[in-house]
């Protein structure tokens, strides 16, 4: 059960667009379309933000956006927001019937 | 509202054990897939357990033949039971329900304090 890959740091400017990167293996990632990402301000509890790849839970805004290419998944989030600065993680299931998280990226938003 | 309540962390010391409960409301329980998944302080994520609605369950690595996941539907009540706790197992534990494979609502979270 490795930790999903992704890095420790990504900044961008407010209005500007940026993405995270989550890579995985045909495992977990590459196989199934049980990808999520979460939102984790300091101090909170983390927010969904993105599951099944590419869907928004109701009320997550339409500036955050996931896809999918192989063994890696991206988040993208448009017109950066000062808000938006978080830790990100991704998650997936796993063929082991076991879900596994990456070890976060922190966004910060100049 | 939806909503879900730990409660049974706290102080204990390497081997001992722990029972952890998460009460929830506000959607139907006995239909939902349930997590636990941890968080140690200034880290990330850990996923820990998951009981389905048809109660299977299936651990990670790092606790599968120490900790045991339960559910009681009556109760809408979801349980871990820890036993043989190291320093390593020192969190912030969060229930959560399930939506699609993914961690769609969290609790506030219980600490577990592993330490002599």
């Known amino acids: 059960q490795s930790a999903l890959t992704q890095p420790p740091s990504v900044s961008g400017s407010p209005g500007q667009s940026i993405t995270i990167s989550c890579t995985g293996t045909?495992?977990?990632?590459?196989?199934?379309?049980?990808v999520s990402w979460y939102q984790q301000h300091p101090g909170k509890v983390p927010k969904l933000i993105i599951y099944?790849?590419?869907t928004r839970p109701s009320g997550v805004s339409y500036r955050f956006s996931g896809s999918k290419s192989g063994i890696t998944a991206s988040l993208t989030i448009s017109g950066l927001q000062p808000e938006d600065e978080a830790l990100y993680y991704c998650?997936?299931?796993?063929?082991?019937?076991?879900?596994?998280f990456g070890g976060g990226t922190k966004l910060t938003v100049l | 509202e939806v909503q879900l309540v730990e409660s049974g962390g706290g102080f204990v010391q390497p081997g001992g054990s722990l029972r952890l409960s998460c009460a929830a409301s506000?959607?139907?329980?006995?239909?939902?897939?349930m997590h636990w998944v941890r968080q140690p302080t200034g880290k990330g994520l850990e996923w820990v357990s998951v009981?389905?609605?048809?109660?299977?369950?299936y651990y990670s690595d790092s606790v599968r033949g120490r900790f045991a996941v339960s559910r009681d539907n009556a109760r809408n009540s979801l349980y871990l039971q820890m036993d043989s706790l190291t320093v390593g197992d020192t969190a912030v534990y969060y229930c959560?329900?399930?939506?699609?494979?993914?961690?769609?609502?969290w609790g506030q979270g219980t600490t577990v304090t592993v330490s002599s």
């Open positions: 959560i329900k399930d939506l699609e494979g993914a961690f769609e609502i």
């Open positions: 506000g959607f139907a329980f006995s239909r939902s897939d």
């Open positions: 009981i389905g609605a048809a109660q299977d369950t």
């Open positions: 045909s495992s977990d990632v590459g196989y199934y379309k049980y």
């Open positions: 099944d790849v590419t």
């Open positions: 998650s997936s299931y796993t063929r082991s019937n076991t879900w596994v």
